[in-house]
């Protein structure tokens, strides 16, 4: 082979490997690219919805378990998550956290209460105006030490932790704090041009 052509090879060769190394470590450790499937978040969050999730937000995991190699503070109230679905971990879900390690959970006739108090909740839309016991009624129940409650925005059209077996989401399961939206769309007829950048509440 020519030297030329053999030392251009090579060095596309270490770019390629190094910038895939890059990658892997940034997805691993940085940020994480999210889509928004389905409306259970709405409105904050749109099917067609691009999300960046920060991965450091709540500590910095070990690669492909569920341990912390270094612990920050976790998950605030009303933070919106991205974490492995209790029921089936092979598939991602995104909620916002309304009840954290210690909170007494309680929901009655929609309304949410935290700890006896009335939680106001100006980003939840109600799809359904019917009061549905096994939808609407839930708790009191205590959340504990390691755990999360999460609901969806759409709260009448979400699969929740009101639903689960187990009804929490465990710290470690959290990937991350979603971040930004870097792209939205429902197809090349509909890009939603004023939502790219904005950030998630």
Known sequence: MNPRWHKLLKEYAEALIIALILAIFIRTFVVQAFKIPSGSMLPPLEIGDHLLVT??????????????????DGPEFQDIVVFEFP???????IKRVVGTPGDEIFIEDKELYVNGEKVQEDYVQFADQRVVNTRDTFGP?????????????????????????????????????????????????????????????
């Open 141 to 201: 129940k205590v959340v504990p030490e390691g755990k999360y409650f999460v609901l969806g925005d759409n709260r009448d059209q979400s699969y929740d932790a009101r639903f689960w077996d187990d009804h929490f989401v465990e710290r470690e399961k959290i990937i991350g704090r979603a971040w930004r939206i870097y792209w939205s769309w429902e197809g090349f007829s509909n890009i939603r041009w004023d939502r790219i950048g904005s950030r998630i509440e």
């Open 55 to 72: 991965k450091f937000s709540y500590g910095i995991h070990m690669p492909f378990m569920d341990r912390y190699i270094f612990e920050f």
């Open 87 to 93: 029921e089936n971990p092979s598939k991602d879900f």
